[in-house]
């Protein structure tokens, strides 16, 4: 029923930008967290940013100044805007959704994408 659909993934040169959008569709009463994690070839899945219902975000050491965590709460959707790409940026991207009420109160669920492939090119 609730389920996470990622776009915008691709193929990009070194120094080009892509825009990721993460729309969360279902019955949905409230989402607490919404954020990007990524998992490259060989290496463990690793957070790259986080942002609240409120608007506090948090971004891995590797990608600040570079990538930017947006939502849209009336949509469900959160966004990362990534600029300067690197090679090492390169992996699949998942969307997560912390804490998705179907309706009020304490309880929630976590949901994950399927993710989406970005790759960098040098």
């Known amino acids: 029923q609730v389920q996470l659909v990622e776009s915008g993934g691709g193929l990009v040169q070194a120094g080009g930008s892509l825009r990721l959008s993460c729309a969360a569709s279902?019955?949905?009463?409230?989402?607490?967290?919404m954020g990007w994690y990524r998992q490259a070839p060989g290496k463990q899945r690793e957070l790259v940013a986080t942002?609240?219902?409120?608007?506090?975000?948090n971004y891995a050491d590797s990608v600040k100044g570079r990538f930017t965590i947006s939502r849209d709460n009336a949509k469900n959707t959160v966004y990362l805007q990534m600029n300067s790409l690197k090679p090492e940026d390169t992996a699949v991207y998942y969307c997560n959704a912390d804490r998705v009420r179907l309706v009020p109160g304490n309880y929630g669920m976590n949901y994950w994408g399927k993710g989406t492939l970005v790759t960098v090119s040098s």
């Open positions: 279902g019955s949905i009463f409230s989402i607490n967290a």
């Open positions: 942002i609240t219902s409120g608007g506090s975000t």
